[in-house]
């Protein structure tokens, strides 16, 4: 399997009222191609840190070391039958994304060897041998001047959040919020971009396309919603599918249907998966591997069977512990329950 | 057993939504026994939160009864309704949103003690010490605001708020599912201690089965605002009857632990 | 110690915090510099500004110090801008917070009151009221309040009916809180903030309103107000046009800092709100 990122030594510090508060200390991690793997931890773990990393979507004020390397592979692969990825619109991002045409410097170094280890870090969205080794600041003005730079721009990611009443714009028509993304990064006129979306819509199972196409975000149901935000974020094919706790929000049952939804979108496109979750029975049905993260650091990594049947670290034993499954022992004395 | 501590018949609330009826809860019954945790479940938009906003007469019922210890509560205003919430208390989702923001952790406990007149203004922060205490947190933390402490301690001074009156029946709304695994087990321990030393019974909303299994002596499962069955917990849940029963059972993530196989085999 | 310091970072804040802080100073040096009855002859008329240097500001008519009377015109001018409209942001929040929570009747009585209320131009009702009750301090302040208590009753509303849709505001129900305490410990305070920010446009209209009575004689004709003794200058507007310019000018000066503080205020609670 071949890496399709490499994570050195990343640390990502906030700055909170003057003190400066570590999310992420040190990590490293690489993600294979097509692999799904799950990111999982508790509450300040720096889980979604990571993903926000991975994605170049932190905030400005995040001070961020080491480094994130892509290996890409040719990009005739983004030829003009496959469109190239973007991020969907509801990144914050949006302003970087500026490519719509594949043809960039850094893509012809590519084309070159396709093979070839690209120092491409999209935190900074310049050659990270600019920025290696050192602390940088991100500064997305001086990205957004120069998006010839921009190796990814997030063409190859789609990202979904957690919310998706807060992703989605509510005064817009969700087939205009697909169809824009389409329309305004892969070229396509409005008509194919709405086309793109209905399929889209279609793909992500909404009971009647031809009538969410022209819905508001208002208009449906949790479960719709991160549906339609689902299909945003795959609208381009991209070859990394973050989903930063984008089931939490919603009861169980819903849950179930969006990750069996993300299992096979996933399946279907090639893409790769990161899946950051608290809930490790979840990550579990889903993914191959599991990175547990905690205090910013990331404490075991390993297969899904082997996390699940014999932790190595004390702290994914705690979290496997603490899990209430339907066959969990109940904490509940039921015999001598006051009745 | 002659007379349960809550009884629920016939509850219905009804929405109107563009011009269409919507019985958000639709002729609910069901009765809860003292020192007993009933939980209800269902999915989002079944009622669950519906029936605890009526149950605490924040929205008011189009139809149905409410006993509660031995009275019509529906039929309590004013004064008289204020006076006997200290006997039904509520823990919300977000800890964060059920607290004013303003508020530091001694106002929040000083509220009921102060409102019922439960304890002097001299020995109110005594009692409070107490009440933190009691839900395993630390007295020094009275002084701190609310949202200075963590999402875990909030939930806990929730718990020492609706405890303060000395409740026999506590409303728990999702009050677990916004915390992490590990301090969610931690409060469930709590409420299940609390439980069996003050025999207050507990309405357990919840989405989830895992957690319900774990804590509740009977649940109801709820679908479109309409009762879709009932009975022992642990019955419900190994084997569900109704469709959305099923449902939920069927999506609950699952862990395949080896060991816990066997240990669920040791306890057929 | 963060909000201030965040405060004194924008220069317009900064401007505004010093023109205030002038203001006051005059406000309250005035007895010290200039002890005596400012509306006393105390030299030459129409003596221009900068001749005499015991009169830097020249006199007026009468003879009588500008000097002093700009010094004493500040201590009326923000001593009635400042309760007019601390009352009006008072008697506002109030009625808006009660209109919010109560709902249904009362939330329709008092906001059709309202709406009568702003549908008469604020400067009408002023002059009206102190032309029936007569002009004092207190009833100058009470007309002005007359018309600016509507812009904060609505705000107040407004912020109120979508707090009480918390669930903060569910448990202080569930523990048995009076609703009457709901109302104005647990909504009120948090309906604040967004009320609060209108005050600099509120004090800045009030002392405005103020001048406008004075400069139409409805003033406290005991007191020196700068509307006054715009009105005193414009007889002579030609010949001493000083005597007008002086106090126009302060009267500029005090709007444009009370604003820029006001401003600077609502800046810097933004950011805290935004922050937290």
């Known amino acids: 399997m071949t890496a399709l990122l490499s994570i050195r030594d990343l640390t990502v510090t906030y700055r909170r009222d003057g003190s400066e508060v570590a999310a992420l200390k040190h990590v490293s991690l690489d993600v294979a191609a097509g692999e799904r793997l799950a990111i999982i931890g508790e509450s300040g773990s720096g889980k979604s840190t990571l993903a926000l990393a991975i994605a170049g979507l932190l905030p400005a004020s995040a001070r961020i070391g080491g480094r994130i390397d892509w290996f890409l592979r040719s990009p005739s692969s983004w030829g003009a039958k496959a469109p190239p990825s973007v991020l969907p619109d509801i990144s914050p991002s949006r302003g970087e994304i500026a490519l719509s045409s594949p043809p960039s410097p850094i893509s012809k170094v590519a084309g070159r060897d396709p093979t070839a280890k690209l120092p491409i870090s999209p935190l900074e969205g310049e050659m990270s041998g600019r920025t290696e080794g050192g602390l940088m600041e991100r500064d997305a003005q001086k990205s957004a001047a120069k998006p010839t730079h921009i190796p990814l721009g997030g063409r190859d990611i789609g990202f979904v959040f957690q919310d998706p009443s807060a992703s989605l714009d509510p005064v817009m028509a969700v087939g205009e919020q697909i169809a824009e993304v389409a329309h305004a990064h892969l070229g396509l006129t409005w008509s194919q971009s709405y086309a793109r979306a209905k399929t889209l819509l279609e793909r992500v199972r909404l009971p009647d396309p031809d009538a969410a196409l022209r819905a508001f975000p208002h208009q449906l149901s949790g479960g719709q919603k991160q549906r339609v935000a689902i299909a945003a974020a795959i609208a381009a094919g991209p070859k990394l599918l973050i989903a930063d706790e984008a089931t939490s929000a919603l009861d169980t049952i819903v849950q179930a249907e969006i990750v069996a939804l993300i299992r096979q979108l996933v399946a279907e496109d090639g893409m790769t998966l990161l899946f950051v979750s608290h809930d490790i029975a979840l990550a579990a049905e889903l993914a191959e591997r599991i990175a547990v ?8 990594l390993g297969a899904t069977a082997q996390i699940i049947a014999s932790p190595r670290h004390a702290y994914t034993r705690a979290l496997l512990d603490a899990h209430l499954g339907l066959d969990a022992e109940p904490l509940l004395e039921r015999a001598g329950a006051s009745r | 057993m002659s007379s349960p501590l809550l009884a629920v018949s016939g509850l219905t609330k009804r929405y109107r939504r563009g011009g269409k009826t919507i019985a958000a809860v639709d002729d609910v019954s069901f009765d809860i026994e003292p020192g007993e945790t009933l939980a209800l479940a269902g999915p989002s938009g079944s009622g669950k939160s519906t029936i605890a906003r009526l149950l605490l007469r924040l929205i008011e019922p189009d139809a149905g009864r409410v006993e509660f210890e031995g009275g019509d509560f529906l039929s309590l205003n004013g004064a008289a309704l204020r006076a006997q919430r200290a006997r039904l208390q509520m823990v919300f989702q977000d800890p964060l ?61 929730a718990i020492a708020r609706a405890i303060a009156t000395k409740p026999s029946l506590i409303v728990l709304d999702e009050a677990v599912s916004a915390l992490d695994v590990s301090v969610r087990r931690q409060i469930l321990q709590l409420l299940l201690d609390l439980q069996r030393e003050e025999r207050i019974a507990y309405l357990f909303i919840s989405h989830d089965l895992g957690v319900i299994s774990a804590i509740a002596h009977r649940v109801v499962i709820l679908d479109a605002g309409r009762t879709a069955e009932s009975g022992d917990a642990r019955a419900v849940i190994d084997a569900p009857q109704s469709a959305i029963g099923k449902a939920l059972v069927a999506a609950a993530p699952k862990l395949n632990r080896t060991s816990k196989d066997s240990d669920a085999a040791d306890r057929q | 110690m963060n909000p201030l310091r965040r405060f004194f970072r924008t220069p317009e804040a900064v401007a505004g915090a010093i023109i205030l802080a002038a203001l006051c100073a005059m406000a309250l040096a005035a007895p010290l510099f200039f002890p005596g009855d400012p509306q006393a002859i105390a030299g030459p008329a129409l003596l221009p500004p900068f001749q005499d240097w015991s009169l830097p500001l020249g006199t007026d008519r009468l003879g009588r110090d500008v000097l002093a009377e700009l010094f004493h015109g500040a201590r009326t001018s923000l001593a009635v801008g400042l309760a007019a409209a601390a009352t009006a942001l008072a008697v506002g929040a109030i009625v808006g917070t009660v209109a919010g929570f109560a709902g249904g009747g009362v939330d329709e009585v008092l906001m059709r009151i309202t709406d009568a209320f702003q549908t008469v131009p604020s400067f009408l009702l002023a002059l009206a009221f102190v032309s029936v009750v007569g002009p004092s301090l207190g009833v100058v302040v009470a007309a002005i309040a007359l018309g600016a208590w509507t812009g904060p009753a609505r705000v107040a509303r407004a912020e109120v009916l979508s707090i009480r849709e918390r669930d903060f505001v569910a448990g202080a129900r569930v523990i048995g809180m009076h609703p009457l305490e709901i109302a104005f410990r647990e909504v009120l305070p948090n309906a604040l903030p967004p009320v609060l920010a209108l005050s600099s446009v509120i004090v800045a209209a009030a002392i405005l309103t103020e001048a406008a009575l004075s400069f139409l004689g409805l003033g406290d004709p005991n007191r020196v107000t700068w509307g006054g003794m715009i009105a005193e200058g414009r007889a002579v507007l030609r010949t001493a046009p000083f005597l007008s310019i002086i106090p126009g000018v302060a009267l500029v000066l005090t709007v444009l800092g009370v604003y820029l503080a006001g401003e600077g205020v609502v800046e810097t609670t933004a950011v805290r709100r935004s922050l937290s």
Do not use: Y
């Not at chain 1, 993260?293 to 075991?300: I, S, Y």
């Not at chain 2, 304890?119 to 701190?144: C, W």
């Open chain 1, 293 to 300: 993260c905690r205090h910013g650091e990331l404490v075991e």
């Open chain 2, 97 to 157: 949103a059920a607290f004013n923001p303003r508020a530091s952790v001694a106002r929040v406990l000083d509220d009921p003690l102060r409102i019922h007149g439960i304890a002097s203004r001299k020995e109110r922060p005594r009692r409070i010490a107490a009440l933190l205490e009691r839900v395993g947190l630390s007295a020094d933390l009275a002084g701190r605001a609310i949202h200075e402490i963590s999402g875990g301690q909030r939930q806990r001074v």
